[in-house]
C-alpha cells in the first residue's frame, strides 16, 4: 500500500515536471519565433545567434555535475522531437548536441531568413557532426524554401565565403548551387540594378560564376545605381568575360633586393555565353555620369584602336571625351589618339 501510494506521488510529481517542461518550451517557442521573425536584413542576421541565446539562455552550460549538463540537453532533445517548430530556435542552441538534434528535424520550407542563414552558419559549425548532417539538411529542405527568404540570408553570407575557415570546399560550393537557382539569381539581380545596398558588388562578382546572369549583365550595366557595378558589368561585356576573387592571394615583388612586395588576389574567369556589340556599350558608357564607368570605356577605345571598320565611330566618341572633367579618361583619350594605326 505504500509503494502504490510512493508510485502515485512520485508519477505526479513527474507528470507536473513534464507539464512545467511544456509551458517553458512553449514559451521558448514563443519568443524565439518573435526574434526570428524580427528582421529580414542581411546586416542583422549574423546578431541573431548572439540575441537567443542571450534572451532565452540558451548558451552552453557548465556545471561541476556533467550529469546536469547531460540530463538538460535530453530534456530539450525531446522538447525538438515533440515540438518540431522548435528546431527553428535551436538551431542556436550553445550545446552541439542540441544543435544537432535541432538540424536533424528541419523541415521545408524554412520560415525566416534568420533560419537559412543560421542553417548556412551550421555549415561551418565547430561541431563536424553538426556540419556533416546540415549539408544533407541543406539538401533536403532548400528547394521548398521561397527566394523571398533565401535572398537575405544570401546577401549576408557571400561576402564571407573565403573566409569562415571550419568549413570545406562542399560549403561555399554549396551556398554558390543554390545562389544559381533562376527565381534566387532573378531576385538578387532586380536587387543590383535598383538599389544601393552595401556589399552588392561582392555579391554581383560571386553571381557572375554562373551563366544564368549573362543575359542580364547589359541591363545591370544600363541601370545599376552603383557606379562600381556598372563598371564590374561593363568590363565583363568588353572583355567578354566574368571573373571572380578565388579568395587566394599572390606576391608580387617591386624590389627583391629592398624585400619589397605587394599583395594582389587571384581570379578566376569564365567566357560569356552572349555575344555584344561593343561600340554601342563604349558609346553608352562614355555618356556615363561616373567618371570610373567613363574610364573603362576608354580603355575599350583603346583597345578597339585598330578596326578600321569602326574609325570614324572610334573617334567621335573620343572627340565627345577629349574634354572629360576627370584626368584619367583624358590621358586615357590621349593614349588612344596617340596610337592610332597608320590610315
Not at 550553445?94 to 536533424?104: F, Q
Not at 545562389?179 to 558588388?201: W, Y
Not at 558589368?233 to 606576391?251: H, N, Q, V
Not at 578597339?304 to 572610334?314: I, Y
Amino acid at each position: 500500500m505504500f509503494r502504490t501510494l510512493l508510485e502515485k506521488i512520485v508519477g505526479s510529481e513527474r507528470s507536473w515536471q513534464r507539464g512545467a517542461n511544456s509551458e517553458k518550451f512553449a514559451r521558448i517557442l514563443d519568443q524565439g519565433k518573435s526574434i526570428l521573425h524580427s528582421t529580414n536584413d542581411p546586416n542583422a542576421l549574423s546578431k541573431i545567434e548572439g540575441k537567443i541565446r542571450s534572451e532565452l539562455h540558451l548558451h552552453y552550460r557548465w556545471s561541476s555535475d556533467s550529469g546536469d549538463i547531460l540530463k538538460a540537453a535530453r530534456e530539450e532533445i525531446r522538447a525538438i522531437q515533440e515540438m518540431p517548430d522548435l528546431a527553428h530556435v535551436f538551431m542556436f542552441h550553445g550545446d552541439g548536441r542540441v544543435r544537432e538534434e535541432a538540424i536533424r528535424n528541419l523541415t521545408g520550407p524554412l520560415p525566416t531568413p534568420a533560419c537559412v542563414y543560421a542553417l548556412f552558419w551550421r555549415l561551418n559549425d565547430w561541431v563536424p557532426q553538426v556540419r556533416s548532417l546540415s549539408h544533407k539538411t541543406l539538401k533536403r529542405v532548400m528547394p521548398s524554401t521561397s527566394a523571398m527568404v533565401v535572398v537575405p540570408a544570401l546577401k549576408a553570407i557571400l561576402p564571407h565565403l573565403s573566409s569562415w575557415g571550419r568549413w570545406s570546399g562542399e560549403g561555399p560550393e554549396a551556398v554558390r548551387k543554390i545562389l544559381g537557382r533562376p527565381d534566387i539569381s532573378a531576385r538578387i539581380l532586380e536587387d543590383i540594378k535598383m538599389t544601393r545596398q552595401p556589399r552588392l558588388g561582392q555579391i554581383f562578382s560571386e553571381l557572375s560564376r554562373n551563366s544564368v546572369i549573362d543575359e542580364h549583365i547589359e541591363s545591370v550595366f544600363k541601370t545599376a545605381p552603383l557606379p562600381h557595378i556598372r563598371t564590374m558589368a561593363l568590363d565583363m561585356l568588353l572583355s567578354g568575360k566574368a571573373r571572380w576573387p578565388t579568395g587566394k592571394s599572390k606576391r608580387i615583388w617591386i624590389d627583391r633586393s629592398m624585400g619589397e612586395y605587394r599583395i594582389e588576389a587571384i581570379y578566376d574567369h569564365r567566357e560569356l555565353s552572349i555575344p555584344v556589340t561593343r561600340i554601342n556599350l563604349i558609346a553608352v558608357g562614355a555618356l556615363d555620369r561616373s567618371a570610373m564607368v567613363r574610364r573603362r570605356a576608354a580603355d575599350g577605345l583603346i583597345a578597339m584602336r585598330n578596326d578600321p571598320d569602326l574609325r570614324a565611330e572610334l573617334d567621335a566618341i573620343a572627340i565627345s571625351l577629349r574634354d572629360d572633367p576627370n584626368i584619367g579618361v583624358r590621358n586615357r583619350i590621349e593614349i588612344f589618339g596617340r596610337k592610332q594605326p597608320i590610315a
